[in-house]
Structures are given as structure tokens and as C-alpha cells.
């Protein structure tokens, strides 16, 4: 009897939707073109999660913001324009999930302000949702008590994110139902840590620099 083939790796079936398209009115520039030492936090946020196995990406995008669209040229995703990114974070979660591919099976919610996930932290949130019995809908990393991101959601809970006002907030689909949702316990900090101000940045970009010198 031939045997059946394994079954693909769930970040192979998992879109990634990167949410770049915030004005960045505190930071005062684009996030997602912020330096952190020799890479933008987009091209960060897309090396990490082509490291971890995932192959369907989605960016969302402010076309305002011309830095962004050129960085975004030659890229092998799919490019989204939110041209009403003052409607907030929702609008753009709408306008990204309308371009999911027929073969994604669940999404990554990836804002452009947490750049500083690793793959590890992603690989713990796929087997979290691979390995239980039955697989919860919604799997999200837990640091000290607190939710970050990026939260994987089952393909089922599209709808329920299309259905959303322009400006009702996307965590009332993660609120919606805790039975339906599996929390992660991790250590990286940088989960819920979100790049807001200059300020913000500025000890990101030194907690980055003491990881790397710090002995392996």
C-alpha cells in the first residue's frame, strides 16, 4: 500500500497579513521602514517569517507613504493599499484577508510596530494550533501576563473580521469567544512590544543590540 503523504508544515498553509499601513503620526516616519541595524522592520517582519516556513504574504500599505511602495517593489507579495488608514487597523485587516490565497488554512496577524518576533516564537504558535485536539481558532502569544502578537486565526474566522465596522476594533473577534482561543506562554518581550514613539524605538533598537552581543 503506498503510504499517505505527510501533511504540510501549518506555517506552509498559514498567510502572513502585515499591516504596514498606520500614519505613523507618534514615530513621525514610517515603522515600517525603521532601521534596525541594517534592515527595515518590514524587511525584518518578512525575513522571519519566510525563516519559519511561511510562503503566502500579504502586505497592507498607506500609498501616501511613496517610501513604503517603493520598498515594497519586486517583493513576492501581495501588495494591498489602504488609502483610509485613519479608519484604523481594522480597515486594513478587511482590505488584507480580501486577498488571502484559496490554500491558506489560517493567517498571521502581523503588525509592522512588533518587529522583533523571532522564528521560534512563530514555530511555538503553529504547534500550539497543529497539535491540539480539536485545533482552537485563534492562538496567540502570552508574555508576563500580557497578549501580543502575532495572532494565528483559522481561516474560518474570516467572515467574522469582514463583518466588523470600519472602526469596531479587530480584538472583538479575539474577545468574542475565549473557549475558542489557545494563549501561548513565551519569554520574548518583544511580543508585546509595540514601536510607537521615537522613544520606543530607540530601546528596541538596544534590547536588539545586547541579543546579539550577548554569548550564544
Known sequence: ??????????????????????????????????????????ERVLRVLGGAGVQEFVVVFDPAQEDVARALRGRRVAVVENPAPESGQTGSIRRGLARLSAGATAFLLCPVDVPLFE?????????AWQQAAPRPA????????R???PVLCERALVPEFLALGENEPA??????????????????????SDLDTPEDYQAALARLRARRASPS
Open 1 to 42: 500500500m503506498t503510504p499517505a503523504p505527510a501533511p504540510r508544515a501549518a506555517a506552509e498553509t498559514a498567510a502572513a497579513l502585515v499591516l504596514a499601513a498606520g500614519r505613523s503620526s507618534r514615530m513621525g516616519r514610517p515603522k515600517a521602514l525603521l532601521d534596525l541595524d541594517g534592515e527595515s522592520a518590514l
Open 119 to 127: 522564528a521560534a516564537d512563530l514555530r511555538a504558535l503553529f504547534d
Open 147 to 149: 497578549r501580543g502578537h
Open 171 to 192: 480584538h472583538n473577534v479575539i474577545r468574542r469567544d475565549p473557549a475558542r482561543v489557545r494563549h501561548v506562554g513565551l519569554s520574548n518581550v518583544e511580543l508585546v
Open 138 to 145: 485563534i492562538v496567540l502569544p502570552v508574555v508576563r501576563g
